[in-house]
């Protein structure tokens, strides 16, 4: 049984850091793509970071370059999502995901992903 269990969402100040964990267990294949999503109230899903679990190459959307950075633990097949100088736009609930994907431009779209965590909300007031 595949799980993909998030944690450690919060409300903080603008400026605050926050650190987002999601732990997978079950994966019934070993090269993917583990993405981070998230999704505020009346919004599409949008797309916040990529990685390979492979080869450790990460790809961010550029809403959150320079801001957040992603960290893993391959012992606990682990990852870390890293939220630093946050803005009341980071403001939603945040997903991550697993999926095979070939192909680095597919990372962006939530189709590509096969498994899903159940989301952890975070609130950012200015």
């Known amino acids: 049984q595949v799980q993909l269990v998030e944690s450690g969402g919060g409300a903080v100040q603008a400026g605050d850091s926050l650190r987002l964990s999601c732990a997978a267990s079950?994966?019934?294949?070993?090269?993917?793509?583990m993405g981070w999503f998230r999704q505020a109230p009346g919004k599409e899903r949008e797309f916040v970071l990529g990685?390979?679990?492979?080869?450790?190459?990460?790809y961010y959307a550029d809403s959150v370059k320079g801001r957040f950075t992603f960290a893993r633990d391959n012992a606990k097949n682990t990852g870390y999502l890293q939220m630093n100088s946050l803005e009341p736009a980071d403001t939603a609930v945040y997903y991550c995901?697993?999926?095979?994907?070939?192909?680095?431009?597919?990372?962006?779209?939530?189709?590509?992903?096969?498994?899903w965590g159940q989301g952890t909300q975070v609130t950012v007031s200015s």
């Open positions: 995901a697993v999926g095979r994907i070939i192909l680095r431009n597919q990372y962006r779209y939530p189709n590509s992903y096969t498994y």
């Open positions: 079950g994966l019934p294949f070993s090269n993917y793509v």
């Open positions: 990685i390979n679990w492979s080869d450790g190459s990460i």
